[in-house]
């Protein structure tokens, strides 16, 4: 049986706009909150989906707050996330960065599958990033002409993990991709043109518009961000550490009431968990009195009976069962 004494919650966000670079953030999904199809930082908000059947939110990266999960056969616009794209930002002629987190399962046919598709006419450009039917990460921005900036990765990303992924382009130099922080996974080289976002944008899927071919992700996205510049090695190392898993806190005991015979006492606890209690005269010595005590509904409760004379010194503590 594991106990856990865990510490207080801290959370730092490494998503900011002023993380040192050229680089600046433009927009972040990270689906926290009740609105969770919100623009953090633009306004390029998601369409807040009106059934979420194959749409929904589960823990992010290191479980803490939220990702958004797609299945991988999708039929209609609830099914993955529409973007405001009349109001995202457009690269142009400028260098512009992507930032992400992606879980594939493990037990999943291999298919081609859209992440984000900023290409509106129903095929793998003019530009969308997405996975491979090979299994690969792929990102390709095609330009007016005959232009293609194509990178595939060959990298197996359908291994039930959290994975970074940091996509960035610069127009005078290359396109690169870089997977779990800094480390040019793949790149191909830059093409002349403009690169813009289309009039319709989806987080989640590819090849919608236009066409049956629907590819969902099949998979969890968190922090889905878009930067202008290129993000540094320093930036994408931040980036890509993931968080702690979130801390339990610490259980204070609320009440105590003592009696000719016995101890009482109670602690905020979510009804049917299970604790331990523990005793100790000395603080050094700890004798487990119980170790099967479930909360109800009012919280979690014990109650200690003397064996013999009421004791001079007593410490009880409570600990979480895992």
Sequence with gaps: MTYRKAGLITLVSTLSTGLGGAAELKHLWDFEGEEWWVDKVGEADGEEPADTSTLTVEPGVGERGASLKIQAEISGGNDHLLLASNDLYEPGTEAFSMFF?????DDMTTAARGIFDFSGNGGDGVQS???GAA???AFRI????????????????????????????????????????FGVDGFADAVAGPVTF??????????????????????????????????????????????????????????????DDSVTITWDAEEGTFFGVWRSADLVTWEEVDDNVAAGADGGSYNLQFQDAKPDRLFLEVRRIE
């Excluded at 987190?101 to 399962?105: D, I, L, S």
């Excluded at 382009?169 to 779990?180: A, M, T």
């Excluded at 919608?208 to 998979?219: Q, Y």
Aim: glycine fraction near 10%.
């Design 101 to 105: 987190w992606v879980r594939m399962p």
């Design 129 to 131: 990033l997405y996975i």
């Design 135 to 137: 299994g690969d990460l």
């Design 142 to 181: 095609d330009f007016p002409g005959a232009g293609v900036a194509l990178v595939r990765v060959p990298i197996d990303l359908e291994d039930g993990e959290w994975h970074s992924v940091a996509a960035t382009y610069d127009p005078q130099g290359r396109l690169e991709v870089h997977i779990d922080g």
């Design 198 to 259: 289309a009039s319709e944008c989806y987080l989640g899927s590819f090849n919608f518009t236009g066409t049956s071919d629907l590819k969902g992700v099949g998979g969890n996205i968190d922090d889905f961000a878009i930067y202008s510049g290129v993000l540094s090695e320093e930036e994408i190392t931040l980036l890509s550490t993931p968080p702690d898993p979130p801390a339990k806190p610490d259980l204070v005991i609320n009440t105590i009431s003592v009696a």
